[in-house]
């Protein structure tokens, strides 16, 4: 059965990175593309963008030009999402998800708390 | 970047039918998916392109798209549907609506 399973929850001081890791298995790994959304405490859910983990390439929300980089490791079947210069804003739970056409998400990983404080 | 509202809360008696709305322009044109999400867990997929249930969603759970607005609609609803339910669009970029939260009263 298809499984994302993320890493476990960091604690980060402002200005610091985070870099979430999401395992997929179940399928073929280059066939779908992953995306990551985050939920803040009490808030709805933010798309942050996509990778194709068969060429790499990526899409990123506007609101994270610049400071989200999203990788994958295809040998371990692997993405993962590194945001840098972090804030207290960006506390939150951190979501993998597989994309299937056209555009929805069917499968999940269980979510990665990343809390931001000095 | 396209926008999607929804209502914050929807209430609705036990074994009644709710619905929970989802307003964009021209979402009738696009493939609205939606999502639930019980405290403490991630989101599940119930409905993609407007009214297909994935496996294991039981056929209570149906969409409708047209002009303004798409519905979730649950009927017969049971204690176990309290969650919030989110709509989503695929517009690039990716837009959530804010979630509405079903209770069961």
């Known amino acids: 059965q298809v499984r994302l399973v993320q890493s476990g929850a960091e604690v980060k001081e402002p200005g610091a990175s985070v870099k979430v890791s999401c395992k997929a298995s179940?399928?073929?790994?280059?066939?779908?593309?992953i995306s990551w959304v985050r939920q803040a405490r009490g808030r709805g859910l933010v798309w942050m963008g996509w990778?194709?983990?068969?060429?790499?390439?990526?899409g990123i929300a506007q609101n994270f030009q610049g400071r989200v980089t999203m990788t994958r490791n295809t040998s371990t079947g692997t993405v993962s999402m590194e945001l840098s210069s972090l804030k207290s804003e960006d506390t939150a739970v951190y979501y993998c998800?597989?994309?299937?056409?056209?555009?929805?998400?069917?499968?999940w990983g269980q979510g990665t708390l990343v809390t931001v404080s000095s | 970047s396209y926008e999607l509202t929804q209502p914050a809360s929807v209430s609705v008696a036990l074994g009644q039918t709710a619905r929970i709305s989802c307003g964009g322009d021209?979402?009738?044109?696009?493939?609205v998916h939606w999502y639930q999400q019980r405290p403490g867990q991630a989101p599940v997929l119930v409905i993609f392109?407007?009214?297909f249930r994935p496996s294991g969603i039981p056929e209570r759970f149906s969409g409708t798209n047209s002009g303004d607005t798409a519905t979730l609609t649950i009927s017969r609803v049971q204690v176990g549907d309290e969650a919030d339910y989110y709509c989503q669009v695929w517009d690039s970029p990716v837009a959530f609506g804010g979630g509405t939260k079903l209770t069961v009263l």
């Open positions: 990778v194709n983990p068969n060429s790499g390439s990526t």
């Open positions: 179940g399928y073929t790994f280059t066939h779908f593309d």
């Open positions: 998800a597989r994309s299937s056409s056209p555009g929805f998400f069917e499968y």
């Open positions: 021209n979402i009738g044109a696009k493939n």
């Open positions: 392109r407007e009214y």
